[in-house]
T-cell receptor, first 108, second 116 residues
Framework: KNEVEQSPQNLTAQEGEFITINCSYS?????LHWLQQHPGGGIVSLFM???GKKKHGRLIATINIQEKHSSLHITASHPRDSAVYIC??????????FGTGTRLQVFP | GAVVSQHPSRVICKSGTSVKIECRSL??????MFWYRQFPKKSLMLMAT?????????EQGVEKDKFLINHASLTLSTLTVTSAHPEDSSFYIC????????????FGPGTRLTVT
């Protein structure tokens, strides 16, 4: 059974800080998603990764297939980045297995 | 980018009534859509997989007669909560997988259902 673990569960930061959120999974996967959920509920797909690294604006996502680990980095964090960040993996089906999420609060 | 809409965003209904929630892929075709339920401060729980032109596949423990799913076109799936009860109150989210692109999914903004 694939388990998806995220760390930390909660994270606070000052505006401008560099932030890293980690995701580990237990078996081989086909792809990994990073999602963002703001208060109020809507989910935004940030990245889909199967290897390497992707960058979009201040967000960077990396994945290491051998180590079964992915990281989401936020550079120059801003209060509007405050949200829950969710890692989700797809392994042998097209169903997503979700991590428990990381609640990020960025203070001005 | 790919956009998925849900309607309504919020709905309040009385016990015993039925509520229909729509999920639309606005700028891409989605052969497969997924319906999730989320309890407060919990992760998303997959309810069912909706395939265009065929019956939905429900996850264990999800009552198919209570949560009716119809995927009549490549851009629209609907979830109908029948004979709603207060315990059905939840946040319902859909996602749509881009046809022909494995593993690429986009999420709708969610629908907050409150049953009184």
């Amino acid at each position: 059974k694939n388990e998806v673990e995220q760390s930390p569960q909660n994270l606070t930061a000052q505006e401008g800080e560099f932030i890293t959120i980690n995701c580990s999974y237990s078996v081989g996967i086909s792809a990994l998603h990073w999602l963002q959920q703001h208060p109020g509920g809507g989910i935004v797909s940030l990245f889909m990764l199967s290897s390497g690294k992707k960058k979009h604006g201040r967000l960077i996502a990396t994945i290491n297939i051998q180590e079964k680990h992915s990281s989401l980095h936020i550079t120059a964090s801003h209060p509007r980045d405050s949200a829950v960040y969710i890692c989700a993996v797809i392994y042998n089906t097209d169903k997503l297995i979700f991590g428990t999420g990381t609640r990020l609060q960025v203070f001005p | 980018g790919a956009v998925v809409s849900q309607h309504p965003s919020r709905v309040i209904c009385k016990s015993g009534t039925s509520v229909k929630i729509e999920c639309r892929s606005l700028d891409f075709q989605a052969t497969t859509m997924f319906w999730y339920r989320q309890f407060p401060k919990k992760s998303l729980m997959l309810m069912a997989t909706s395939n265009e032109g065929s019956k939905a596949t429900y996850e264990q423990g999800v009552e198919k007669d209570k949560f009716l799913i119809n995927h009549a076109s490549l851009t629209l799936s609907t979830l109908t909560v029948t004979s709603a009860h207060p315990e059905d109150s939840s946040f319902y989210i859909c996602s749509a997988r881009v046809s022909g692109r494995d593993y690429e999914q986009y999420f709708g903004p969610g629908t907050r259902l409150t049953v009184t």
